[in-house]
Every structure is written in structure tokens, then in C-alpha cells.
């Protein structure tokens, strides 16, 4: 008998809209979970990718925030590089917010003015006191043999604990993914797309993030009859 897999919860736009209200008003770092919230939802980032994110991947020297952010294959599951992109007006505003709060905070402050003052190298996300989240190792068994890979926990953990506080049940960093595959499966119907949107190697990696809603099961009858 096989055991099921819990897969992470998909959020509805009501569900999404509590989520940043109730992380807007909680916590030591309103801003930044309010951006790590934005960041998972709009883009499909990785947690561990996200973590590994520096200023100079998001900003122009100018300052200015890259509309088209390049995820290095270094920092990139299976080192498959891709680029996600930062267009979503409410993520943005997320991002300036952050930014401000380390300005004020003094956290990884450079010594040009290039990229807002800010050390182009230091880590997009930080911890409460102003450092660079820790990544574990970990070690999984695969028909192919063992394999050694880094993850970070403790910004998972971070993120599950958003979703916990607004009450929604199998929440996590991958809810964000869940629920962008969804969106853009609705919008586009092309699994394709998505499969590149979440920088999945195989097609078949991207299926357990999709999820069809009875709206867009509704469309495919009414176009194929």
C-alpha cells in the first residue's frame, strides 16, 4: 500500500489577499515576509534559490530593480539556469519596502553608491538580525545512487510559519509554485510553459504542481464542444 504525498497547499486569490494582510500586520519583519510572500507567488522562485539571491542579481548598478532577473545555474536546482521576472506591481512595492528597511537598518551596506548603497554580493533575503540565511547540506537516496545537495531549512521553516499564522493548512514555500503553475495553466493552457516557468528539466516534474480548477475544466468543455 502506498502512502500519498502531501503536496503543498495552492492558494486562491481570497486566500492569497488574507495571507499578505495577516503578514503585513505579524512578525519581527513585516517587509520582508510581505516580499518573500510576493517573491514565491509571482516568479516560482525556489526557497533555496530565493535564499542564495543577491542585491546585484535584482538591482541595476543604478538601483533600479531588473524587470528580467537571471538565476545563475550555480544557485539553481539541477543547475539548470532561467531567468524569472519582476513585473507584478505589488511585488515590486514589496521589494522597494524591503530595500528601505535595510537602508535604515544598515544591513549589508556597501561603500560605493552604486546598487542603493548596498553591497551588490550580499543576500537579497536576510534573517531578523541582518544576516545571510545558513544552507544544510542534505543527503537523499535515488534509484541512481545517493546524492548530496544544499537546502535552506531555516528559510522554509520561515515561510511555513507565514502560512501558519494565517491559518492555512499545508502551506509552504512551494505553495507559491503551486499556485502560479495553476494561474498560468488557466491563462495559457500550455503545460509547456509552465514546465519552463517552474525550470523543470522533464515535463513530467511539473505535473504534481498543477492544479485544475472546475472554472478551467469548464472553458475546455465549452471549446471542445
Known sequence: ???AT???ASLRPGQFRHLIRVASVSGRMPERDVMLLYLTHTTGIRVTELA????GDVLYPSGAIRPEVYLRAEITKGC???NIYLTQ???LASIEQWMALRLRRGWGLGSA??????RPDSRLVMTHKGQAFELAFKHRELESGPKVYRACDALQQTISRLYRQAGIKAG???SGRRSLA???LAATGDVETVQTILGHQHLDHSKPYLTVNQETIRRAFELAL
Open 52 to 55: 542564495l539571491l543577491e542585491v
Open 1 to 3: 500500500m502506498t502512502t
Open 182 to 184: 495553476a494561474r498560468v
Open 89 to 91: 506591481p505589488k511585488c
Open 80 to 82: 539548470r539556469a532561467r
Open 172 to 174: 509552504s514555500s512551494h
Open 6 to 8: 502531501r503536496r503543498a
Open 113 to 118: 553608491a552604486e546598487y542603493r548603497g548596498l
